[in-house]
Nanobody, 128 residues
Framework: EVQVVESGGELVQAGGSLRLSCALSGFTWDDIAIGWFRQAPGKEREGVSSISVDDGHTYYLDSVKGRFTISSDRAANTAYLQMNSLKPEDTGVYYC?????????????????????WGLGTMVTVSS
């Protein structure tokens, strides 16, 4: 059984940092990508970042480039999203997801329809 469990979300002041974790189990770490998505209140879900596990290729939403860093630890079966210089507009529920049979060719890395297994999310609130 595939399990995707996010943690690390909390209330933080603008300018602060958080590290989200995504514990993954129930599948092999070959040809996959792991992505982070977020949904702000009243808005649609958007792709924030993803990583191709086999080659480490990363994708970022323009508004988080230079502030967020995605990483994965195959040995720990965990992916991370380090978020620095947080802004109130980063507030939302952050979801971790897995894409199987991943290829970097032709993929934006931020399309939710490419990801098949999802966690329940962790709430990040950035106060101004």
């Amino acid at each position: 059984e595939v399990q995707v469990v996010e943690s690390g979300g909390e209330l933080v002041q603008a300018g602060g940092s958080l590290r989200l974790s995504c514990a993954l189990s129930g599948f092999t770490w070959d040809d996959i990508a792991i992505g982070w998505f977020r949904q702000a209140p009243g808005k649609e879900r958007e792709g924030v970042s993803s990583i191709s596990v086999d080659d480490g290729h990363t994708y970022y939403l323009d508004s988080v480039k230079g502030r967020f860093t995605i990483s994965s630890d195959r040995a720990a079966n965990t992916a991370y999203l380090q978020m620095n210089s947080l802004k109130p507009e980063d507030t939302g529920v952050y979801y971790c997801a897995v894409s199987y049979c991943w290829s970097n060719d032709g993929n934006s890395g931020l399309d939710a329809t490419d990801f098949g297994s999802w966690g329940l999310g962790t709430m990040v609130t950035v106060s101004s």
